[in-house]
């Protein structure tokens, strides 16, 4: 159970970084309060959570032989379509979080993966 709340933070604290970052990702719509975008980015990264560890394993099995032919670089583009999946799914759930088209997402899931294996370095799975 720590385990996963610890890695929960770590993907909102990565994810709030990407839409700092990138112009294109959006957190929060007419409300700017602090409280109101920390609830939004823990649901966020629930989202996420739920969809990298449901969806993101049987799309990279159909993707197998892409890994082989790009030697691991569509690793990025699938990465890019979870982080567009997670938009839309949050918009389904009333989460204020989207993501404007798949450069956007591209770029947002870079970060979002440098971040969380920085904060993953420093906090560790212990």
């Known amino acids: 159970?720590?385990?996963?709340?610890?890695?929960t933070?770590?993907?909102?604290?990565?994810?709030w970084v990407?839409?700092?970052?990138?112009?294109?990702i959006t957190l929060t719509g007419d409300n700017d309060d602090w409280q109101h975008k920390t609830f939004t980015v823990i649901g966020v990264a629930l989202v996420f959570g739920v969809i990298n560890f449901l969806i993101k394993p049987v799309v990279k099995l159909f993707?197998?032989?892409l890994f082989i032919l790009t030697l691991g670089l569509i690793t990025f583009v699938i990465n890019a379509l979870m982080l567009w999946l997670t938009s839309w799914a949050s918009d389904k759930?009333?989460?204020d979080f989207h993501v404007e088209g798949f450069w956007s997402a591209l770029l947002g899931a870079l970060i979002?993966?440098?971040?969380?294996?920085g904060l993953n370095l420093a906090f560790g799975d212990d």
Request: hydrophobic residues 65%; proline residues 3%.
């Open 1 to 7: 159970m720590k385990n996963f709340v610890i890695k």
């Open 18 to 24: 990407a839409a700092w970052i990138v112009t294109g």
């Open 112 to 117: 979002i993966s440098v971040v969380s294996w």
């Open 9 to 15: 933070l770590i993907n909102a604290a990565a994810i």
């Open 93 to 95: 759930l009333d989460l």
């Open 63 to 65: 993707s197998l032989p």
